[in-house]
């Protein structure tokens, strides 16, 4: 029988994996992909997304067909827990799958049940169709009347949010107000060029930005630490990310963040076929922020050391960056473009970060995905 490799989790970390599913199959392995839809959307164009500014053909790839036309078997469910010992995995509809080696890409997700977030209008930024469905959302109840939207987060991913739904309420005509909780403050963690950036470009458009920290959700109100209570028609959570649990629920040993603990050949500690990327994994002795740019690097890595597992070969290294270089999208058809120290703002960045993420997407989609022109697939 043909040794299996499992692909669990379709995510940036994987796209260059879906691409080399035909070399696998022609070296007489199985393959099989396990997502939980057909289509996994790219976050770094989630907020041009919620403002109109990108279709959802523009920002999807369709995994199932990425992995069905080069020889993979695709099963649409989800991975809940696993057992490293047997190497099975259990799925949510009760199907076990064996595996010779797997690789994660299980990403992660914005915790908002703490804080009580069941409430009718409540989105977190991930995954990311969640701001599709916002969209919609704030379009038709916009129609009728005011609305008011609460961003709470004052990282990149708020920042980006908040700027994407006031281009959105402006391009649509409908009057909105728009706050963004900013913890300790917007943007704290980059250069003050750009906060201050953030701060006029953000009062320039009638965005009010204070300080303050979540913490209830109540029926349509945000209370927050210090006291304010904050009534919204729309909330958006983007307070900080956790991996995937299904690491701490198999027993595995994880990070302090919770992701499953890998070596610099990205495989588990003590499981040499057990493999993961991006935002799921926790690189020993040396965590990793929770950005995209890593995931695109470990794709060779773990293309790389999948098939030596496989083979029985030896395995290469996986050496992160010391330093990367972040874009956001303010929304208004401008950027601010940090590294390290060096900050630098305005419409060329915008358009040098829709030129990379453009260029990012032509590499991975199939061929027709924007001949699709449906706006919910999943």
């Not at 996994?40 to 990425?66: A, E």
Request: glycine fraction near 10%; aromatic fraction near 8%; include cysteine.
């Amino acid at each position: 029988m043909s040794k299996r490799l499992v692909i669990v989790g379709g995510g940036h970390a994987h796209l260059t994996l879906l691409m080399k599913i035909a070399d696998f199959v022609k070296g007489g392995y199985h393959i099989t992909l396990v997502n939980p839809t057909n289509h996994h959307y790219y976050s770094g164009m989630g907020p041009g997304l919620l403002s109109d500014t990108y279709k959802p053909w523009d920002v999807r790839f369709n995994v199932r067909k990425m992995a069905v036309e080069r020889g993979a078997e695709f099963i649409r469910d989800k991975v809940t827990t696993f057992d490293p010992n047997t190497a099975t995995l259990y799925l949510e509809s009760g199907l076990e799958v064996q595996y010779d080696a797997v690789s994660f890409n299980t990403g992660s997700s914005v915790p908002v049940a703490p804080y009580g977030g069941s409430s009718e209008g409540v989105y977190s930024v991930k995954p990311i169709i969640n701001l599709l469905k916002a969209q919609r959302a704030i379009l038709e109840t916009g129609k009728s009347k005011p609305i008011k939207i609460v961003v709470v987060g004052g990282g990149p991913a708020g920042v980006e949010l908040t700027g994407a739904v006031r281009r959105l309420t402006e391009t649509a005509g409908i009057t909105a107000t728009i706050t963004l909780v900013s913890g300790s403050g917007a943007l704290t963690d980059f250069p003050d060029k750009a906060q201050q950036t953030v701060d006029k470009s953000y009062g320039k458009r009638g965005i009010s930005i204070f300080k303050g920290h979540l913490k209830t959700i109540e029926d349509h109100e945000v209370q927050l630490a210090e006291g304010r209570r904050l009534p919204f028609d729309f909330l958006f959570v983007a307070v900080g990310v956790k991996p995937s649990p299904i690491f701490e629920k198999s027993g595995l040993p994880v990070g302090l963040d919770g992701g499953m603990l890998v070596n610099d050949k990205l495989h588990a500690v003590d499981y040499p076929n057990v493999f993961g990327g991006g935002d799921c994994i926790s690189l020993k002795d040396r965590p990793l922020d929770k950005v995209g740019v890593y995931a695109v690097r470990e794709n060779p890595i773990l293309v790389h050391n999948l098939m030596a597992t496989l083979k029985g070969e030896p395995l290469t290294t996986f050496t992160p960056q010391d330093t990367y270089m972040l874009i956001f999208n303010l929304g208004d058809g401008t950027g601010v473009l940090v590294r390290n120290s060096l900050c630098v703002t305005g419409k060329l960045v915008f358009k040098l970060k829709d030129y990379i993420d453009r260029s990012f997407m032509n590499k991975y989609q199939v061929s027709d995905e924007r001949q699709n022109r449906s706006i919910f697939v999943d």
